[in-house]
Nanobody, 115 residues
């Protein structure tokens, strides 16, 4: 069974930075497209950033220039570096992979941006 475990969330002041990690088991992340999503209270879950098996990346307009998705093949982990954080970035962040036609999600990690 594919498992994704996110970590790295927390409370940060506006303008601060956090790095989220998504450690995968039972799959090799470099073979699959992976995505980071977020969901704020009362809102739908939206794609924040994605990385393909070839290493191409894409970002939501709201985070372009501030967030960077990357992958460490040796650690089988996908990261989301978040800089210049804003209060509107507050949400639960999830990573996702589609494996054999099914979406697998991690448990999520809370990011709160507040002074």
């Amino acid at each position: 069974q594919v498992q994704l475990v996110e970590s790295g969330g927390g409370l940060v002041q506006p303008g601060g930075s956090l790095r989220l990690s998504c450690a995968a088991s039972e799959i090799i992340v470099r073979f699959y497209a992976m995505g980071w999503y977020r969901q704020a209270p009362g809102k739908q879950r939206d794609l924040v950033a994605g990385i393909t098996s070839g290493g191409s990346t894409d970002y939501a307009d709201s985070v372009k220039g501030r967030f960077t998705i990357s992958r460490d093949n040796n650690k089988n982990t996908v990261y989301l570096q978040m800089n210049s954080l804003k209060p509107e970035d507050t949400a639960v962040y999830y990573c996702k992979v589609n494996w054999r036609g099914r979406d697998f999600w991690g448990q999520g990690t809370q990011v709160t941006v507040s002074s």
